[in-house]
T-cell receptor, first 111, second 113 residues
């Protein structure tokens, strides 16, 4: 498939290390946030979500942190694997149907 | 089970041509969304359907863009008189309910020459 984005910020990590991907969101009224993973030639795939009444949520190998004071969201991936290489997007939702996506970060896992 | 499918996967159109992009949502999903994703950017909302009703079309960039979902299942995004700036990946997503849980298709990459 074709690349999702050729000029995205890139985070390179060694296989087995932890990754932290950051996102600044725009709307202080947003109440729901999702992290998506997008591999080349595919649509975004849900990773983890968090509501605004929480500041941390954990999944399998992933953790999302929400700091509403500074409108910042982060995704932590533990023991990063080659299959984690992709573009990661945060998306915010404000009590409505329309998600607003961030610009994305490309994660590159080095062997 | 089958996910969201989109066709064609790739479309090359000459400037000025009309194109139609198809989305087959997951069976039974009530909500359907269209997004436009330019190269190097995140998806941007275009329009939203609940069953056959188009509840929000605020993201459609111009009146050349038109979407329909006549029977509340398959949806078509039509772009008339395509322009080079229409070149992008067009993503469709469906949701079983109000839309927070969205399942994306693989997208259609449109290139306007």
């Amino acid at each position: 498939g074709e690349s999702v984005g050729l000029h995205l910020p890139t985070l390179s990590v060694q296989e087995g290390d932890n990754s932290i991907i950051n996102c600044a969101y725009s709307n202080s009224a947003s109440d729901y946030f999702i992290w998506y993973k997008q591999e080349s030639g595919k649509g975004p795939q849900f990773i983890i979500d968090i509501r605004s009444n929480m500041d941390k949520r954990q999944g399998q190998r992933v953790t999302v942190l929400l700091n509403k004071t500074v409108k910042h969201l982060s995704l932590q991936i533990a023991a990063t694997q080659p299959g984690d290489s992709a573009v990661y997007f945060c998306a915010e939702n404000n009590y409505g149907q329309n998600f607003v996506f961030g610009p994305g970060t490309r994660l590159s896992v080095l062997p | 089970g089958a996910g969201v499918s989109q066709s064609p996967r790739y479309k090359v159109a000459k400037r000025g041509q009309d194109v139609a992009l198809r989305c087959d949502p997951i069976s039974g999903h009530v909500s359907l969304f269209w997004y436009q994703q330019a190269l190097g950017q995140g998806p941007e909302f275009l329009t939203y359907f609940q069953n056959e009703a188009q509840l929000d079309k605020s993201g459609l960039p111009s009146d050349r863009f038109f979407a329909e979902r006549p029977e509340g299942s398959v949806s078509t995004l039509k772009i008339q008189r395509t322009q080079q700036e229409d070149s992008a990946v067009y993503l469709c997503a469906s949701s079983p309910s109000a839309g927070l849980e969205q399942y994306f298709g693989p997208g259609t990459r449109l290139t306007v020459t």
